[in-house]
C-alpha cells in the first residue's frame, strides 16, 4: 500500500502543474485574442508586439508626462511570448488559439488519468 504523504504530494505536483499550464493557456489565449501577432509575424523588426491593451487610468497617469500621447485608459505593453511564438513555428492567431485548446485538453486528460488510476 502506498504512502498517504506520497499520494498527497502528487496531487499537488499534479495541481500544480494544472495550474501553471491553465495560466500559460490563458495567455495565449489573450494574445490572441487581442494583440497584433498576425502583423508582427509578418515583420517583427519595425512592429511593436503589443499583447494587449491594459485598462488602468493609474498605469500612465503614474508615468508622468514623458511623451506617451494615448488616451488615459489604453496603455500598450509589450510581450515576449510573441518571440517563444515565432521560435517554435506558430505563425498565426489561428495557430495561438489551437495551441492554447490543445493546453486546456492536455490539461483535462491529465486531470481525468490521475483520477482513474488514483495509487
Known sequence: MPNKSTNDQNYFT???????????????????????????????????????????????????????????SESLTNHSAYHFLITTGIHSSLDIYLF???????IVLLFALQLSYPE
Open 14 to 72: 499534479l495541481a500544480q502543474v494544472i495550474i501553471i499550464s491553465h495560466w500559460a493557456a490563458a495567455i495565449l489565449f489573450h494574445i490572441s485574442w487581442s494583440g497584433n501577432y498576425d502583423i508582427w509575424a509578418l515583420n517583427p523588426i519595425s512592429v511593436a508586439s503589443i499583447s494587449h491593451l491594459t485598462v488602468d487610468p493609474h498605469f500612465i497617469s503614474g508615468l508622468g508626462s514623458g511623451g506617451l500621447d494615448m488616451p488615459v
Open 100 to 106: 492554447s485548446l490543445g493546453i486546456e485538453v492536455a
